[in-house]
């Protein structure tokens, strides 16, 4: 599914469009012109037809480059492992959230409880994998003739990655779970979770121009994405936080 000149949404599970498997977060192609990347890999259970979307859409997988995880959890990572295997792309995420992917530390990256509650089917487990790029704020990753800047929003993850990306058609910032359209935000009750830390980093998405949003599940926005943005930031200016999209 096309989205922009250079954005392409290969993947999306029962929280959005349901392209793939109902596990699956928001996965979004960036074609850079000779160099693709991926943002966000899914669970892990629909990654054969993420990669059929990518070639009905006419691309080849093998010029997947990268594959820029917006943090740890499991229906954003899960799928790495194969994607990797069939591309041949490095993984990239937060230094703070690396390691726990290196040796599939579920517990740190809050599959336990997910688990549990019966958010993942009880079998379900993910893969240790290699992450070639353990990612500081700020730090910028080529993908072809595209711009792209990792930054640090820990508060939904303790290593949480918004990806502001200069597009061909404007401005792009892929929100992981930091903010997701009319300003919600996604907090959660695990390890690495934190409004204070949402409190602390959230201002960095300010005065950022975006035009389009591309958050890892429900709605995205294709124009006034800042929008959005500065309706989380201004909320955390006040008493109450913004409202809370994960239930």
């Given at each position: 599914m096309q989205l922009t000149?250079?954005?392409?949404?290969?993947?999306?599970?029962?929280?959005?469009?349901?392209?793939?498997d109902e596990f699956d977060c928001h996965v979004y192609l960036l074609d850079g012109g000779g160099e693709l990347?991926?943002?966000d890999a899914g669970a892990g259970m629909g990654g054969g037809r993420i990669l059929a979307?990518?070639?009905?859409?006419?691309?080849?997988?093998?010029?997947?480059?990268?594959?820029l995880l917006t943090h740890c959890h499991a229906d954003h990572c899960g799928g790495a492992p194969l994607l990797k295997q069939k591309t041949g792309a490095s993984a990239a995420i937060s230094e703070r959230e690396a390691d726990f992917l290196r040796r599939a530390d579920e517990e740190s990256i809050g599959l336990t409880i997910a688990r549990r509650q019966g958010y993942y089917?009880?079998?379900?487990?993910?893969e240790a994998f290699e992450i070639e790029m353990p990612l500081k704020d700020a730090q910028a990753i080529p993908v072809g003739g595209l711009r792209v800047a990792a930054i640090h929003v820990?508060?939904?993850?303790?290593?949480?990655?918004?990806?502001?990306?200069?597009?061909?058609?404007?401005t792009y910032l892929f929100s992981g779970d930091v903010v997701f359209h009319k300003g919600e935000i996604g907090l959660l009750n695990c390890p690495g979770s934190s409004l204070e830390d949402y409190r602390k980093n959230i201002g960095?998405?300010?005065?950022?121009?975006?035009?389009?949003?591309?958050?890892?599940?429900?709605?995205?926005?294709?124009?006034?994405?800042?929008?959005?943005?500065?309706?989380?930031?201004?909320?955390?200016?006040?008493?109450?936080?913004?409202?809370?999209?994960?239930?």
């Open positions: 000149d250079d954005v392409h949404l290969v993947g999306s599970g029962r929280n959005g469009v349901w392209l793939t990347a991926l943002v979307n990518i070639v009905e859409a006419g691309f080849d997988p093998k010029r997947i480059s990268h594959i089917p009880t079998s379900y487990r993910i820990p508060g939904h993850s303790l290593g949480s990655i918004c990806y502001l990306v200069e597009g061909r058609g404007g960095k998405l300010a005065g950022l121009n975006v035009d389009a949003l591309f958050p890892g599940h429900f709605t995205f926005c294709l124009s006034n994405g800042q929008w959005h943005i500065n309706k989380a930031v201004e909320s955390f200016k006040g008493l109450a936080p913004p409202k809370n999209a994960i239930t």
